[in-house]
């Protein structure tokens, strides 16, 4: 990330330079050259466009760095892994949010299929567990 703001920093500069009014393209002294401009432009979506995938990906992803638990349901679906029925009743399951980074896990854990169903409701039993 640090290699393309310095790149795109060192391009606008570059750029203002070569094509700015003491360059070599013939500019009046009221405007700005019309391709300083467009490379400013071009620099400009070019670093909005890192910006957002950077942060569109960063989102998607819990403090772990894991994806959420109905993403990995997904993708077994998809791959054919589980058929309809086993993914409505997962998903039944890990929909509710539980603040609880233990439940959390064991959810992510069900939703990879690392556990199965009564593994899954027997640690949620005992997470859920108040001391007494």
Do not use: W
């Not at 405007?31 to 070019?46: A, D, E, H, T």
């Not at 054919?80 to 603040?99: A, C, L, V």
């Amino acid at each position: 990330m640090k290699k393309i703001c310095f790149l795109t920093t060192f391009m606008t500069a570059t750029t203002i330079q070569v094509f700015g009014q003491h360059g070599h393209h013939p500019v009046n002294s009221y405007s700005v050259s019309p391709l300083l401009i467009f490379l400013i432009v071009v620099v400009i979506i070019l670093v909005g466009i890192i910006i957002y995938m950077s942060i569109s990906n960063t989102r998607k992803r819990d403090d772990n760095g894991n994806m959420p638990p109905s993403y990995y349901l997904k993708e077994r679906l998809a791959k054919g892994e589980i058929n309809k029925e086993t993914f409505i009743e997962i998903r039944e399951k890990i929909e509710d949010y539980d603040e609880n980074q233990h439940i959390q896990t064991a959810k992510l854990r069900f939703a990879k299929g690392e556990i199965s169903i009564a593994e899954y409701e027997e640690m949620i039993d005992l997470l859920e567990e108040k001391p007494e």
